[in-house]
């Protein structure tokens, strides 16, 4: 059934990773800029890996900035402030503390594959986001998956069955290498209609912008 929204409507395509709190950032961003543009999205996330060896127990997040990124303790603890300030004002909560660890997000993204089939990948990526943010949960653990599944309206044993039969291994593959070998090399990134990439959490005012010349090329 066509929708009977008069709004226009632009696709969004996001190349993201369920750990990375820009990814979140940006996207309440562009949430913002959507309603104050009055324009509907079309949006489809798509899987990348910010972490691909990390092992099964993960590791200490501040232990993991300083090793990747050479961050002292304080630079660590200003970004980190930095980012719980900035989704105060966006409306979404980020809980840090010492114990706060990054850990693989595989079996995420094939389950963020699953339940685009199902017509509910956006709530899943956005329960996904609050359970390891806002509630320090380990993304990795299958349990806290199909909590997050079910938090998204999907079916729990489905999700599970979904998992364990690999099905969604190579899909997920196939998908992260397209966006790679396009030179993603840094997410959030973001492509409008089909044709202007925005990498980084860009603010919402330079989204509006993408999103004017999105509509003023369709009309």
Same mark, same amino acid.
């Given at each position: 059934?066509?929708?009977?929204?008069?709004?226009?409507?632009?696709?969004?395509d996001?190349?993201?990773?369920?750990?990375?709190?820009?990814?979140?950032?940006?996207?309440?961003?562009?949430?913002?800029?959507?309603?104050?543009? &009055?324009?509907? $999205?079309?949006?489809?996330?798509?899987?990348?890996?910010? &972490?691909?060896?990390?092992?099964?127990?993960?590791?200490? =997040?501040?232990?993991?900035?300083?090793?990747?990124? @050479?961050s002292?303790?304080?630079?660590?603890?200003? $970004?980190?402030?930095? =980012?719980?300030?900035? @989704?105060?004002? =966006?409306?979404?909560?980020? &809980?840090?503390?010492?114990?706060?660890?990054?850990?693989? *997000?595989?079996?995420?993204?094939?389950l963020?594959?699953?339940?685009?089939?199902?017509?509910?990948?956006?709530?899943?990526?956005?329960?996904?986001?609050?359970?390891?943010? *806002? &509630?320090?949960?380990?993304?990795?653990?299958?349990d806290?998956? +199909?909590?997050?599944?079910?938090? $998204?309206? +999907?079916?729990?044993?489905?999700?599970?069955? $979904?998992?364990?039969?690999?099905?969604?291994?190579?899909? *997920?593959?196939?998908?992260?290498?397209?966006?790679?070998?396009?030179?993603?090399?840094?997410?959030?990134?973001?492509?409008?209609? @089909?044709?202007?990439? =925005?990498? @980084?959490?860009?603010?919402?005012?330079?989204?509006?912008?993408? +999103?004017?010349?999105?509509?003023?090329?369709?009309?």
């Open positions: 059934m066509a929708s009977s929204d008069p709004r226009p409507i632009v696709q969004i996001i190349v993201s990773d369920v750990v990375c709190p820009w990814c979140i950032v940006g996207f309440r961003q562009l949430d913002l800029a959507l309603q104050q543009q &009055n324009v509907l $999205a079309k949006l489809r996330w798509h899987p990348f890996e910010l &972490n691909p060896t990390m092992p099964p127990e993960g590791q200490n =997040l501040r232990e993991h900035i300083a090793e990747k990124y @050479g002292t303790p304080a630079q660590s603890q200003q $970004a980190r402030d930095h =980012l719980t300030q900035l @989704g105060d004002e =966006l409306g979404f909560r980020f &809980n840090f503390d010492d114990d706060s660890r990054i850990v693989n *997000t595989f079996a995420a993204h094939q963020l594959g699953w339940a685009e089939a199902q017509g509910r990948q956006h709530p899943l990526k956005l329960a996904l986001f609050e359970a390891y943010f *806002t &509630n320090q949960r380990d993304v990795s653990k299958t806290v998956l +199909l909590d997050a599944v079910q938090a $998204a309206g +999907l079916d729990r044993d489905a999700a599970r069955a $979904a998992l364990e039969s690999g099905t969604h291994v190579a899909p *997920t593959r196939d998908k992260q290498q397209f966006w790679t070998s396009r030179g993603i090399s840094g997410v959030p990134s973001m492509v409008f209609g @089909g044709k202007y990439l =925005l990498t @980084g959490a860009q603010g919402t005012d330079t989204y509006e912008q993408a +999103l004017q010349r999105c509509l003023t090329e369709a009309a």
